[in-house]
């Protein structure tokens, strides 16, 4: 799951919040040792919060336009993959993708492949 950037900074803040005012809210009013518990839960929630929203990848890059052309040879053995065009990720969706005159491509072995045109590997 992406998440964008101005998620990660509100979640940030609300966990940074909840870091600093919840326990203060309970140890200002005179805290016992259940109250000093439930400080400690809250202030470890806040800061697993924080710790995952700092540590979320940001959102994707916008979409951009791929191209190959004049492509040299490709050779796969032995369970690899070659492409002699353009290579993209599964499910990508967005921007072009164009292949001209891509070069001779050859597999050899079990489980290789090749491609000449657009891979979405």
Do not use: F
Request: charged share 15%; aromatic share 4%.
């Amino acid at each position: 799951m992406r998440v964008s950037r101005r998620r990660k900074v509100t979640t940030g803040v609300l966990g940074g919040a909840g870091i600093a005012l919840t326990p203060m809210y309970w140890l200002l009013g005179g805290a016992n040792s259940g109250q000093l518990v439930a400080a400690s839960v809250q202030g470890a929630t806040g800061i697993l919060a924080l710790a995952w929203a700092v540590m979320q990848p940001s959102a994707a890059a916008p979409a951009s336009d791929d191209s190959a052309a004049d492509t040299g040879k490709a050779h796969a053995t032995g369970g690899g993959r070659a492409v002699t065009g353009v290579r993209r990720p599964p499910g990508s969706s967005g921007g072009s993708a164009k292949a001209e005159r891509t070069g001779d491509a050859t597999a050899h072995g079990p489980g290789s492949s090749t491609t000449t045109g657009i891979d979405y590997c």
